[in-house]
C-alpha cells in the first residue's frame, strides 16, 4: 500500500471528503468563509484537525465556527486565522524559502538518505519549547524560531518529506483521558520500500543531549509501542524492522564481550563516546554490571572514566568516555522535552 501524503483524506467517506476538501480551499484561498456539507460540529472539528496534519504548511488556522441555515445540506465555515493575511504571506514566503534551501541538498540522495537528514535536522537543531508557544505546535516555530513541541516537530518532519516526495504521515497517540487533552503525542510515520516505519523526531530529540540519537528511527509497531500511548486514528501498519538504525549500524549486540571490545576500539580511536542496541536479552542489573565493569576498566586504562545513559525502553545505552571518573548509570526516560 502506497502512504499517500494526504493520507487522512483518504480514509473519509464522501460527505466528509466534501467538507474537509472546503475547508482545505477556504484556508489556502485565505477566504473569510465557505459552504460545507452540513455535518456534526464533533466531526467537523476532527476534519479540521486532520487536515492540518496532512497538511503542515497549514500553519496559521486556529480554529473555526459555523453558521447554519435552518434546513439547508450545508453550513458557513468560519476559519480563525493566527495572523492577518499580509502576515500570513509573509510567513509563507520564509517558510517555502527555508524549506527550499533545507531540501536543494537533499534531493539527489536516496530516500533513506534523507530521512535520516531530515531526523537530524529536527534533533540538531530545533529545542524543545518548555513554555508552549501556539507558534510551536506548528512549522513556523522549528523552521522559523528553532523552538517546538512535539506536533510542530512532526509536521515539520512531514513538511520536508513532503517536498521531497517521501511518503509520510503523522501518528497521534490517545487522548490523556485523565487531563482531558485531545491527544497525547505527535510522530511520524515513513514508508521506506514499500514498507512504513516509526519516526518519533521528538523522542531522539529529547535523549540527544549528548550527541546525535536514533533510537526512535525506523521502529516497528512492537518497538514503538514500548513506550508510545495506543493512537488515536487508525494508521499503516509497521511490520518490518529491518530498517532499525542501530541494526543496520552494526551497532547492535548480543554479548559483553562485543560491547567491551567495540568500547576498546572506540577509546583507541579517542572517540568521546558509543551508542549501542542491546538485543542480548533483558537489562537487568547483572547484565548491566557486567558490561559497565569491563567498560570501566577499559577506560580506567586510558585515564578516562565511563557515564552510563540507558534508555531501557528500546535496549539503547550510550556510553560516554569523560576525563576523570565517570557518573555511573542513569536511566533515562524520554519524552517531549529535554533539559
Not at 487536515?51 to 486556529?62: C, G, K, N, S, T
Not at 521502529?219 to 487508525?234: N, Q
Not at 549500524?249 to 583507541?268: C, G, M, Y
Request: hydrophobic share 35%.
Amino acid at each position: 500500500m502506497q502512504l499517500h501524503a494526504q493520507y487522512y483524506y483518504q480514509q473519509l467517506p464522501p460527505q466528509e471528503r466534501a467538507a474537509y476538501h472546503g475547508m482545505l480551499t477556504c484556508l489556502r484561498e485565505l477566504t473569510p468563509s465557505a459552504r460545507i456539507p452540513r455535518l456534526p460540529m464533533e466531526t467537523l472539528s476532527t476534519l479540521f484537525f486532520q487536515l492540518r496534519l496532512d497538511h503542515p504548511e497549514i500553519f496559521y488556522a486556529v480554529g473555526f465556527s459555523c453558521r447554519a441555515v435552518p434546513e439547508a445540506a450545508f453550513v458557513e465555515f468560519w476559519p480563525e486565522y493566527r495572523f492577518e493575511k499580509k502576515r500570513i504571506r509573509e510567513h509563507r514566503q520564509a517558510i517555502e524559502a527555508r524549506v527550499t534551501r533545507l531540501l536543494r541538498p537533499l534531493r539527489s540522495l536516496p530516500p533513506a538518505e534523507q530521512e535520516r537528514a531530515i531526523h537530524d535536522f529536527v534533533v540538531e537543531n530545533v529545542r524543545y519549547d518548555k513554555l508552549e508557544k501556539p507558534y510551536s505546535h506548528e512549522v513556523i516555530g522549528p523552521l522559523t524560531n528553532g523552538v517546538g513541541v512535539c506536533e510542530g516537530m512532526a509536521k515539520t518532519v512531514k513538511l520536508l518529506c513532503d517536498g521531497l516526495g517521501l511518503p509520510c504521515m503523522i501518528a497521534v497517540s490517545d487522548r490523556d483521558r485523565a487531563n482531558g487533552e485531545r491527544y497525547l503525542h505527535a510522530w511520524n510515520i515513513v514508508q521506506l520500500g514499500g514498507q512504513c516505519y516509526h519516526l518519533d523526531a521528538t523522542f531522539d530529540n529529547s535523549l540527544s543531549k549528548y550527541g546525535t540519537r536514533y533510537d526512535y528511527f525506523n521502529l516497528d509497531d512492537t518497538k514503538i509501542f514500548r513506550d508510545h500511548r495506543p493512537l488515536l486514528y487508525p494508521a499503516p501498519p509497521c511490520t518490518d524492522g529491518g530498517q532499525f538504525y542501530y541494526k543496520l549500524q552494526h551497532l547492535s549486540w548480543t554479548k559483553p564481550e562485543e560491547v567491551a571490545r567495540r568500547v576498546d576500539q572506540a577509546l583507541r580511536k579517542k572517540q568521546p563516546g558509543l551508542v549501542f542496541h542491546w538485543r542480548g536479552g533483558g537489562l537487568n542489573r547483572a547484565v548491566l554490571e557486567d558490561i559497565l565493569t569491563r567498560c570501566q576498566a577499559l577506560a580506567q586504562a586510558k585515564g578516562r572514566g565511563v557515564a552510563c545513559f540507558i534508555n531501557r525502553a528500546q535496549s539503547v545505552i550510550q556510553l560516554d568516555f569523560p576525563e576523570g571518573p565517570g557518573t555511573g548509570i542513569d536511566v533515562q526516560q524520554p519524552d517531549e522535552g529535554r533539559e
